[in-house]
């Protein structure tokens, strides 16, 4: 990336060296902006985003959590992304789960990869007290969302805020010891846990890296509990210096790509099947679908003679 000399970072440690070395590298650039209520951008930094990881991260080992299996659910978020990367960079391992999945494959997943506590979205509250009762052995509940304790629930951002020094930036780091427990889709009976080492995704993202041109800017749109996304549309890209925007639900993405400007996303085929079949059914709806053909064609006919006017 021209504007950006100190980027790509490769041959990193672990996860924690990964993102010291951006925290240098992106110097006063955002690596994450995200999409506030008011539907304007808030953009964080490198040093907003170490400096929440290692709070929360202290207040982790300070709820006796040490080499804890600590689970996440819910959309891409700050929150989350802070969760995962907080949990591996000296808490134990990081247990994504599919936000999709019904009440009882969750528990099953919680039970299975026995985890200690379980990091959620506020709006899985109601999952949360369906299935807590058969699951004695998660002894915390954190709302990302929650503004202070209640009931049973801790508080994210309350544990950001009172946490205290517990040893969370000393604590070692084995990159060849299982570091994330990512589950399987189930397609052949229960999800099965599949065991991710920090070498395995740092490895799997500098793959990424001397095979893609990446953009300076993307949207990260797919579920970001799949390794795919995780690796490459989040970890790849912090080592790229691309500033990762948050796309926060798919009901919003045509106004996310218009706020974001991204220049670039990943994206499954039928997603981009989904998109255009839209931007035709808008197009006639608004009787602007012949207008559409014709600058197509003059499109695709200055790319047979070698001019690309698309991105004007």
Known sequence: MENYPNYPLRNEKNMRTMLAAAKKAYGARDMLRVRTKEKTVRGIGAGEFLSDMDALGNALLGLGLADAHIAVIGPTSYEWLLTYYAVQCGVGVIV???????????????????????VFSGEYADTMENIRG????????IDMRAEKNGGNTLSFRGLIREAKDCGYEQREIDENA?????????????????MLTQKNILSASEGGLSLLD?????????????SFESTHGITMMIQNGTTICINDSLRHFMENLQLFKPDMIFLVPLF????????WQNAEANGQAEALRALVEKSNAELRAGEDNRGR
């Open 96 to 118: 994504p789960i599919d936000k999709e999945l019904p009440d009882g494959e969750i528990a099953n997943i919680l039970a299975d990869s026995g985890a200690r506590a379980l």
């Open 214 to 226: 990446l953009g300076q800017v993307c949207m990260s749109v797919l579920p970001v509990h799949h």
């Open 134 to 141: 058969g699951l004695a052995a998660v002894k915390y509940y």
């Open 272 to 279: 981009v099947e989904m998109m255009h079949r839209k931007i």
């Open 178 to 194: 299982m570091s994330a427990l990512l589950y399987t889709s189930g397609t052949t009976g229960k999800s099965k846990g599949v």
